[in-house]
């Protein structure tokens, strides 16, 4: 016999002598084990020279009759496979429908769809939920009139111009797969065929799908926006240090940043406490070092009020020697004043400590009296405390005034009063009982001799600075003359302590001889 099929092939006996009748073996075993058979590559070119048209003839450069002859094999097998009534003269049909198991091997065979006999119509491959993209090997045979394809898992894009190479086709069934939706409609080739050949194949549009896209984009997608949005705008209310400087609501503090600044409001970040107010040390998003002092205290409305007040006048202070007030913030259960982060230490500990030289304490009395006057010109309503508790000592000994209150506006006579007795303290390092009214008296009280006596020794008062202390310790007690009517002035005091200051920097500090002589200073 001279052809396997009628239509292609020319060498049956040969194929067919290698084969049992029954073909019991295995694509993947005789693939694996059958050989050429003698002549074979003498056979296929004496084919190629009968029938040129045949696929395999016009393969290139070369002719690899190693492949062709596995071609064979898959073609003898699939024949089979495929139920044709006779294999041996026609191969009309590829059926490997219901077949998961071997639907995908012979899918596989690259080389077979590479040579597709022109004796095959029809190809099925429907209901074995295979995978993957879109099989394109079917495109070589170009000479189908039916492709299914139909119940199995096909996905991506549908290669539609590839399909023009069907001229011959009249049925496709692409349903039930998940391919991408393609403009089939576009194409001129798709128009034979009707909406049955793309059931649920995800090629074309579906008009439940689309109906339910389109309430999710035109209801459920502005109702996620809107949800969105809200959400955003929440977290910015609790967290605005989150948002542009630009955009911050001033000076407010939430509690949600004080309690991410304090991990939760962390033992570890606890510093001091009492039954009133917890002091935490804060680190800010930006990485700000705050101290965050934090009032459980219930006051009336009116106190809140002012409280509030306060808050949104204490920030705009700016000197060197003013703790910076950042900020504020309430809540339910508390409040809280949000100030730059200093030493604990203040000018009353650093006194009692190890004593400081006449040089350092001027420095202090310098910090404060320039402060004094800043305050005076740019904020006089706005009151502060003057005592050595209350001022405190940054990391490089400058004085820090500490306590502020708005609306409660003394006058300079009485800040400068008050400045007399921080300025005695400073010089004698002596608390007496009875406050500020017991010291006034006592140093009315005291003599010459009882007056130098307190003068604390620790200053090192020698030759050098004993009329400097002079000075300020007679302009302290003028300060708190209450007999006279017209105390020294800030200015005058602020020209004071600065010849004390330059003069201290000047000085020589290798005489540290105490001087022991009376200091003429005058009482009342």
């Known amino acids: 016999m001279a052809t396997i099929f009628s239509t292609c092939y020319l060498f049956l006996p040969m194929i067919l002598s290698l084969f049992p009748t029954t073909l019991c073996a295995t694509v993947v075993e005789d693939l694996k084990n059958l050989h050429q058979p003698p002549g074979f590559n003498s056979t296929i070119l004496s084919n190629c020279l009968k029938n040129p048209s045949l696929r395999y003839c016009s393969s290139s450069p070369i002719m690899d009759f190693d492949e062709i002859f596995k071609f064979t094999i898959v073609a003898s097998h699939l024949c089979n496979e495929s139920k044709n009534p006779n294999c041996v003269e026609s191969f009309p049909k590829v059926d490997l429908r219901n077949r998961p198991n071997i639907a995908p091997l012979?899918?596989?065979?690259?080389?077979?769809?590479?040579?597709?006999?022109?004796?095959?119509?029809?190809?099925?491959?429907?209901?074995?939920?295979?995978?993957?993209?879109?099989?394109?090997?079917?495109?070589?045979?170009?000479?189908?009139?039916?492709?299914?394809?139909?119940?199995?898992?096909?996905?991506?894009?549908?290669?539609?111009?590839?399909?023009?190479?069907?001229?011959?086709?009249?049925?496709?069934?692409?349903?039930?797969?998940?391919?991408?939706?393609s403009k089939l409609s576009d194409s001129q080739f798709f128009k034979r065929f009707n909406s049955?050949?793309?059931?649920?194949?995800?090629?074309?549009?579906?008009?439940?799908?689309?109906?339910?896209?389109?309430?999710?984009?035109?209801?459920?997608?502005?109702?996620?926006?809107?949800?969105?949005?809200?959400?955003?705008?929440?977290?910015?209310?609790?967290?605005?240090?989150?948002?542009?400087?630009?955009?911050?609501?001033?000076?407010?503090?939430?509690?949600?940043?004080?309690?991410?600044?304090?991990?939760?409001?962390?033992?570890?970040?606890?510093?001091?406490?009492?039954?009133?107010?917890?002091?935490?040390?804060?680190?800010?998003?930006?990485?700000?070092?705050?101290?965050?002092?934090?009032?459980?205290?219930?006051?009336?409305?009116?106190?809140?009020?002012?409280?509030?007040?306060?808050?949104?006048?204490?920030?705009?202070?700016?000197?060197?020697?003013?703790?910076?007030v950042l900020g504020w913030c309430k809540s339910r259960k508390f409040r809280a004043i949000i100030t730059e982060w200093t030493r604990e230490e203040n000018v009353e500990m650093w006194l009692s400590g190890s004593g400081s030289t006449w040089k350092h304490r001027v420095k202090v009395l310098m910090g404060v009296v320039e402060c004094m006057r800043y305050m005076q010109k740019e904020w006089p309503e706005i009151d502060y405390e003057l005592d050595t508790s209350s001022i405190l000592l940054s990391d490089k000994m400058e004085p820090l005034i500490s306590r502020f209150k708005v609306g409660d506006h003394n006058s300079n006579q009485r800040k400068i009063h008050r400045f007399g007795i921080f300025l005695l303290e400073m010089i004698l390092n002596k608390k007496v009982e009875g406050g500020d009214a017991g010291f006034i008296r006592n140093m009315r009280n005291l003599n010459h001799g009882d007056l130098q006596q307190m003068i604390d020794e620790r200053m090192e008062v020698t030759e050098t600075n004993f009329e400097q202390v002079k000075q300020a310790l007679s302009l302290g007690l003028t300060c708190i003359d209450e007999s006279n009517s017209e105390k020294p002035s800030l200015g005058m005091i602020l020209n004071t302590v600065a010849r004390a200051y330059k003069t201290s920097l000047v000085l020589p500090s290798a005489n540290h001889r105490t001087f022991k002589g009376h200091m003429p200073v005058k009482t009342n």
């Open 196 to 324: 049955s050949s793309f059931l649920h194949s995800g090629a074309l549009l579906d008009q439940k799908r689309f109906t339910v896209k389109a309430v999710v984009l035109l209801v459920f997608f502005p109702i996620l926006v809107i949800f969105m949005v809200i959400c955003l705008v929440w977290f910015f209310f609790q967290r605005p240090d989150f948002l542009p400087s630009k955009l911050q609501r001033g000076r407010r503090f939430t509690p949600a940043i004080l309690k991410a600044a304090t991990d939760g409001f962390s033992n570890k970040y606890l510093v001091g406490m009492s039954d009133v107010v917890h002091i935490y040390k804060g680190i800010l998003r930006d990485g700000t070092e705050v101290k965050i002092e934090m009032y459980w205290d219930d006051i009336p409305r009116d106190s809140y009020r002012r409280f509030v007040e306060e808050c949104k006048v204490l920030p705009k202070l700016h000197h060197k020697n003013l703790v910076r």
């Open 106 to 181: 012979y899918l596989s065979f690259d080389f077979f769809w590479k040579y597709c006999p022109f004796s095959i119509m029809s190809i099925d491959l429907s209901n074995n939920s295979m995978k993957g993209g879109f099989p394109t090997d079917v495109f070589f045979c170009t000479q189908i009139h039916s492709l299914d394809l139909s119940i199995n898992a096909f996905s991506g894009d549908i290669p539609i111009q590839s399909f023009s190479s069907f001229t011959n086709l009249t049925f496709l069934n692409l349903s039930y797969n998940y391919f991408s939706e």
